[in-house]
């Protein structure tokens, strides 16, 4: 019944046009190996006081789902703004499984949207969209979901700010942020909010909500995460391929 990723979704590389924003600074440092000690490469080159301050862009891909050419650009200024596998996996699964995830009309909710291209397709598939990650990558997330929904959809995404958080009841009040679905795809690897991820899922779940999270398993980290998964929610395996993983959870709350 699970219908997998065909050829028509491998993304084409077009290095003619890099997306470059002027007046922001790279936030990443490379980490290269010295005698007996680890050395940053901002520490071996530095820039002339004239450079100017950019987001280095790669290359634009581009994607072919719900019958539309979706073009993602990715930055390197943080995980999040580049493509993950769990969130091709995802966008695969929800076109070619409409009948299990119906977003036809559907309040969504994205968690580490990153690149967007995830909230792009759902809004493709007709839902309300919410598209959520950390300010670092909210510029390339808004430009890129707004160049493939504009003229689109019937309702534009949002673009918001969330830090996964143990205390949203100030921030995001449930009775305010209902959503039928919240969507995932490579939240969990290794970094140290774990508990909030999963404590942000909890809140945002009410009745009625599903959450779709997808997940390449990499690290025993991520294993530790699907159990409390399990023990949080009602679980169901929609999709398994090798380690990618598409789970269902809803609500335990009584």
């Not at 922001?24 to 530095?46: C, D, F, M, T």
């Not at 994205?110 to 759902?122: D, Q, R, W």
């Not at 899922?201 to 990499?218: D, L, Q, S, Y």
Request: charged share 20%; aromatic share 8%.
């Amino acid at each position: 019944l699970i219908r997998c990723m065909g050829d028509s979704h491998r993304p084409s590389r077009d290095y003619e046009q890099p997306e470059i924003q002027p007046e922001q600074e790279h936030k990443g440092a490379l980490q290269i190996s010295a005698p007996g000690r680890e050395v940053s490469i901002n520490q071996l080159v530095q820039p002339p006081l004239w450079a100017p301050k950019i987001i280095y862009s790669l290359a634009k891909e581009i994607y072919h789902y719900v019958g539309e050419d979706i073009v993602i650009y990715e930055t390197i200024d943080s995980y999040g703004a580049i493509m993950w596998p769990a969130a091709l996996a995802l966008c695969s699964f929800l076109e070619n499984n409409r009948e299990i995830v119906n977003l036809q009309g559907a309040q969504v909710l994205e968690l580490g949207a990153g690149t967007g291209l995830v909230s792009i397709v759902a809004s493709l598939l007709g839902a309300s969209v919410t598209a959520t990650d950390l300010p670092v990558v909210l510029s390339n997330l808004r430009a890129n979901v707004l160049r493939n929904t504009r003229g689109r959809c019937r309702e534009l995404p949002k673009v918001d700010v969330l830090s996964w958080s143990f205390d949203l009841k100030r921030s995001h009040p449930t009775g305010v942020h209902q959503y039928d679905y919240i969507l995932a795809a490579d939240v969990v690897y290794q970094h140290d909010f774990l508990e909030e991820l999963l404590a942000t899922m909890k809140h945002f779940c009410g009745p009625g909500t599903a959450v779709i999270w997808a997940n390449k398993v990499r690290l025993g980290s991520d294993l530790t995460f699907t159990e409390n998964f399990k023990k949080a929610f009602h679980t169901s395996l929609l999709f398994e391929d090798g380690d990618m993983k598409i789970f269902k959870g809803t609500c335990r709350r009584s």
